[in-house]
């Protein structure tokens, strides 16, 4: 007997340790999907962070896929009326995934309200096996973990049962790539200062208008047949079958989701508000393009359901400049989009809901965090010239300031544009300056050098914190086509005609922005590169995640 | 693949629930656990499967119980009449004649005709087809799993009943147990019932240690298995797979990896079953001896795949070397053309039916019949010619007595062997024939430093996982032939034993071939 029970004391202490070791290197070999990650950046963050917020602290919880990822700003919400929230939307969440993560979420929190997306009651199916990693990847073993991973499992084969639980058995092979943040993740900070909201600056004007995109549909509309002709191997056919080019429904497995989120909001008590983040886009060309026939079609269906809908787009009278406001033409918002459709959706959620507006410290530390980030991103996003340098010169002047001109700067400067120079200290004289080259470097507030001449010119010298070595040339409008903003061996400048501006933190040792302004011609025009100005944006809020937030 | 793979988390699952039912049964009745479990795991092949295994067992018990009921009913007659020597013989003759009319032969015929029918009907269909260019194969002719293992076994049974080298089981379930025995099923080893039945039978006690070595036994088949051979096998995939893509050394490369490869999958396999089965207190045979240890093809071919070299051995050379006929013409050729001619012919018969079969066991199509002659024909010269190769040796005055000599033995084994994957590894005698064109069209040295060989599945760090799991095995195997490894094991200290366990099984976990964008590689041998 006590033989048999050092064996079983034996064999449990090695199956402990076995499970020990088997999480620690399933953590360590778990992809980290989150920046400098490309593919997902935060999207680890977003339930992680969660996890973080002090228990029964939230009064909204949103959802969704992209859309509201992209378009919906808890701590806009909260700066303009005190109300907590967090946006648990995801990249193409599919309805069941919500459903899990709103099981998961009101482990902690007790909500009044719950927002969601309705882009998903259109999915076609449940997603890519990412969309459903991402999520449950994030969440601890629990029972909520294996219903869902049960769920994954049946749109998948029967070995991702297991592998959803336990995932080192999906990425074992990730070995071969660990680097040093796969062991110090364990280290990282986990609070999410921006409550699932993903600030971006990358900007395409929208492409079309919301009328275009609703003829589009309705030209797609009239086209019932499905028409095929073809000759092959000398034989011809011909395919006429009865289908719609744009069809609408909502599949029966969507509304079975939906009405199993409804269910258990009811169940806890929590207000359940559809919505639909503005998606103005070709439909042609994108499934999830807005129409209204879609609205139409969703407002029935909440009728049926006594289901509360709130549509951006159609029903409410916002504005939206789509000129600035998304990041690729229409389909998703960028900052200066997030911020109106939240303010919208405030106005709204005040006008109808009976929400608690409190002061909260911690988060009055995130909101900190979050205007430092937004002050970068609105910078980035700046396209007037003379805007610009006045923000250079009232919220910049701790940061280092490179300037190079190529072929010429001074044809289109203007007055404005040399009082604003000369207000950032530069004492050059623009006014015969035509076809020169034109070189400034600003640290702190003090020019630390100028330079104007009639060929090439450079100069070379080394950051005061982060000792890094820097390398300026700027060309004239007759001597070389050369341009260079080089930090610490890795180039910077736009490269346009112009006036070429790198603005660097020292500090953090993070570039923030790269921009030209196009002073040859009169318009002045901005060229940036707004995928990778997004990417110095991306870097400089991790290092303030990191470095810097509670 | 149709069944519960070894290399499968389903496989785990299976055997964890096997065992905790085992061991927590009345130890009478832990066999029908065995049973019960074997045929569960022969159903998930597919149940069409099952009346063939169900019909060779039958066949196979009932006929050994009515051979051995004839002759305990000749013996009764013979202690009743005190008859003795040639008498006896005589008495026992028409008995034995009536079992092998009526039993032996049927049996055989039956079953042997089952695994005919099931493994080759398919390849004459086609090449009838092929022949006459019309018709189309209407049904779907069913493999059972393990057909030759448990056939063979089968065979082997009811011979030695039939010589009465051993009793028959009785109970038909104990029998379906033997035939049935879920670890050696897919790839064997070839089991003898009678050593098995003797291991159903006794009382299996749960032994602490025999779990732990079998574990340990299945891990190390995990390592080389899933570790080692499918590294292995994605290389030797691609440049089979597209042979006209590669040239010169790339194809040595790939053989010499094909030969590891099938090495460490096979025996890997084995370690699996026979650790598999040490879990439940029963001992299978071995079926590798170290082979790439042995010194010449016929000792390489004793130390590979040991049970079928066993079973050839039992069932066909004895007997034909033995038979009658083989004697008679022995005698003839002797007379008419010298000893030496007698002696190669008494050994080429029954090499040459060994060998027949053997290439047949392998595979039906021409690479496996000159594969098969091929070592047919270095055996048998190995053994005509020893004086010969002695004297040769002399002349050029090498000691072969000597370390030197004896690791050029085995590196020469090493070679041969290779040699004759050449000739099947890349699947068919064309795709040999382009391989040998290919590997002498260029002597491309330079695709050790130019990176082509980073271009075929295997990366630097799989290079290096390969060439360290080949170490470990190797100096595993040196150790195996002093000791048993797992009892040197056992005797460390708790901690060094447990940090062994841990990096073993996360070897295994982490560095195996498996999962996401892998496919789950079937065992080579299952095929059979």
């Known amino acids: 007997m006590k033989k048999n029970m050092q064996y079983i004391l034996k064999v449990l202490m090695f199956l402990g340790g076995f499970t020990a070791i088997f999480f620690l290197i399933q953590r360590i070999v778990l992809p980290k999907w989150y920046y400098p990650d490309k593919t997902a950046r935060f999207m680890s963050r977003i339930l992680t962070g969660y996890y973080e917020e002090e228990k029964e602290s939230l009064e909204i919880l949103t959802f969704g896929s992209s859309h509201m990822q992209y378009g ?44 969601l997306d309705v882009a998903s009651l259109y999915y076609l199916d449940f997603g890519e096996e990412t969309i459903w990693r991402y999520v449950l990847e994030s969440m601890p073993l629990s029972r909520n973990k294996i219903e869902f991973s049960y769920e994954f499992s049946k749109q998948r084969s029967e070995n991702s049962f297991v592998s959803a639980l336990f995932p080192l058995l999906r990425y074992h092979d990730r070995w071969k790539e660990l680097n040093k943040q796969d062991y110090t ?269 009639n060929r090439t010119i450079s100069y070379s010298g080394e950051t005061l914190n982060s000792n890094r070595n820097y390398y300026l040339e700027s060309c004239a409008l007759y001597a070389s ?70 | 693949m149709g069944y519960i793979a070894f290399n499968s988390l389903k496989y785990i699952i299976f055997l964890v629930i096997c065992i905790l039912l085992y061991y927590s049964v009345s130890i009478k009745i832990r066999w029908i656990i065995l049973l019960i479990a074997s045929i569960i795991f022969y159903v998930f092949a597919g149940i069409k499967k099952l009346p063939f295994i169900l019909l060779t067992s039958f066949i196979i018990w009932y006929a050994s119980k009515r051979i051995s009921g004839i ?17 006896k013989v ?41 022949i006459t260019g019309n018709g189309e194969l209407t049904w779907q002719i069913i493999v059972p799993l393990g057909i030759s293992y448990y056939t063979f076994s089968s065979v082997g049974y009811l011979l030695d009943v039939y010589w009465r080298k051993q009793k028959p089981i009785n109970s038909y379930l104990k029998f379906a147990l033997c035939v049935f025995y879920f670890p050696q099923i897919v790839q064997g080893p070839i089991v003898r019932y009678n050593r098995l039945i003797v291991q159903f039978e006794k009382e299996n006690y749960f032994d602490f240690k025999n779990v732990c070595f079998g574990m340990q036994l299945m891990i190390y088949g995990y390592f080389k298995k899933m570790v080692i051979a499918d590294r292995l096998g994605l290389f030797t ?51 590798f001896d170290h082979p790439f240890f042995s010194k010449s093809i016929a000792e390489f071919w004793r130390r ?98 000597t370390q030197g000599y004896q690791k050029f033995q085995v590196v020469r084994t090493f070679a041969l062997f290779t040699i004759g994957r050449l000739i099947v590894a890349p699947g068919n005698l064309n795709a040999t024939m382009e391989v040998i064109r290919g590997m002498f069209s260029s002597f491309n040295l330079w695709i050790f430093w130019d990176g082509t060989l980073y271009q075929m599945g295997l990366d630097f760090k799989d290079y290096m996982v390969i060439f360290l799991g080949l170490w470990i095995v190797r100096k595993v195997s040196q150790l195996q032939e002093k000791n048993s490894v797992r009892e040197m094991i056992a005797e460390k200290n708790i901690l060094i034993r447990w940090i062994i366990y841990y990096v073993a099984i996360f070897t295994v976990i982490l560095l195996g071939m498996y999962g996401n964008g892998y496919e789950a590689s079937a065992f080579m041998y299952a095929q059979f």
């Not at chain 2, 089952?114 to 269909?125: E, H, N, P, R, V």
């Open chain 2, 304 to 401: 590979w795949h040991c049970t079928l070299g066993a079973w050839f051995k039992d069932y066909v050379y004895l007997p034909v070397a033995t038979s009658a006929q083989v004697i008679r013409a022995t005698k003839k050729v002797k007379e008419k053309r010298g000893a030496i001619v007698a002696k190669t012919f008494s050994t080429a018969v029954p090499l040459a039916s060994v060998w027949f079969l053997t290439s047949i066991w392998h595979g039906t199509g021409w690479n496996y019949m000159i594969w098969g002659f091929y070592y047919g024909i270095i055996i048998l010269s190995s053994a005509i010619l020893e004086e010969e190769y002695k004297k040769i040796a002399d002349f050029f005055k090498i000691d072969r007595t």
């Open chain 2, 237 to 287: 995939a691609e440049v089979f797979g597209n042979i006209p893509q590669y040239q010169g050394l790339v194809f040595l490369i790939a053989l010499i990896f094909s030969t590891f490869q099938i090495y460490m999958d096979f025996s890997g396999c084995m370690d699996i079953v026979r650790g598999t089965s040490q879990i439940f207190g029963i001992e299978l045979d071995k079926n």
């Open chain 1, 185 to 453: 993740d364990f280290f990282r900070n986990r609070n999410f200062y921006s409550k699932g909201y993903s600030i971006t600056t990358r900007y395409i004007s929208g492409i079309i208008t919301v009328e275009t995109m609703n003829n589009i549909q309705k030209e797609m509309e009239q086209i019932e047949e499905s028409l095929l002709y073809e000759y092959h191997n000398g034989i011809y056919t011909e395919k006429i079958e009865k289908s719609t080019l744009y069809d609408i429904t909502v599949l029966d497995e969507n509304v079975k989701w939906l009405l199993k989120i409804l269910e258990l909001c009811r169940k806890e008590d929590i207000e359940l508000l559809l919505t639909k983040i503005p998606v103005v886009y070709y439909p042609n060309k994108y499934r999830s393009a807005w129409t209204q026939n879609k609205y139409f079609e969703i407002k029935e269906l909440c009728n049926k359901y006594d289901i509360n809908y709130y549509d951006i787009l159609y029903d409410s009278d916002a504005e939206l400049n789509w000129d600035v406001d998304s990041m690729d033409g229409g389909a998703h918002m960028n900052l200066f989009g997030a911020i109106e459709v939240t303010e919208y959706l405030c106005d709204y959620l005040i006008e109808h809901y009976e929400l608690k507006s409190e002061y909260n410290s911690d988060w009055e530390k995130d909101l900190e965090i979050y205007k430092t980030v937004k002050d970068v991103a609105l910078l980035e996003l700046e396209t007037d010239f003379i805007t610009y340098m006045n923000k250079l010169m009232n919220e910049y002047q701790d940061k280092t300031i490179f300037i190079a001109s190529q072929e010429d700067m001074a044809r289109y400067l203007g007055d404005d544009g040399r009082e604003v120079l000369k207000k950032l200290g530069i004492k050059t004289d623009f006014s015969d300056a035509y076809g020169s080259s034109f070189l400034a470097v600003i640290e702190n507030g003090t020019v630390i050098y100028e330079g104007l001449a």
């Open chain 1, 72 to 115: 919906f700003s808890p701590m806009e919400l909260y700066e303009k009326c005190g109300v907590t929230s967090y946006n648990l939307a995801t990249s193409s969440q599919s309805l069941p995934v919500t459903y899990y993560i709103l099981q998961e979420a009101l482990k902690t929190q007790k909500p009044k309200l719950i927002i």
């Open chain 2, 71 to 87: 002759y305990t009913q000749a013996d009764a007659e013979i202690i009743r009449q005190e008859l003795k020597g040639k008498e």
């Open chain 1, 481 to 550: 086509l050369t341009l260079s903003i080089i930090i610490g061996n890795k180039e910077y400048a736009m490269n346009k005609r112009g006036i070429n501006i790198v603005v660097y933190d020292d500090k953090r040792d993070i570039v923030l922005d790269s921009v030209c302004f196009n002073t040859w011609s009169e318009n002045r025009d901005v060229y940036r590169n707004y995928i990778v100005v997004n990417e110095y944006l991306l870097e400089f809020e991790s290092y303030l995640i990191e470095k810097e937030a509670r």
């Open chain 2, 90 to 130: 005589e008495f026992f003759r028409p008995y034995k004649r009536q079992c092998r009319n009526y039993f032996l032969f049927p049996a055989l015929v039956l079953v042997v005709g089952m695994l005919i029918y099931c493994k080759f009907a398919g390849t004459l269909i086609e090449m009838f087809q092929a």
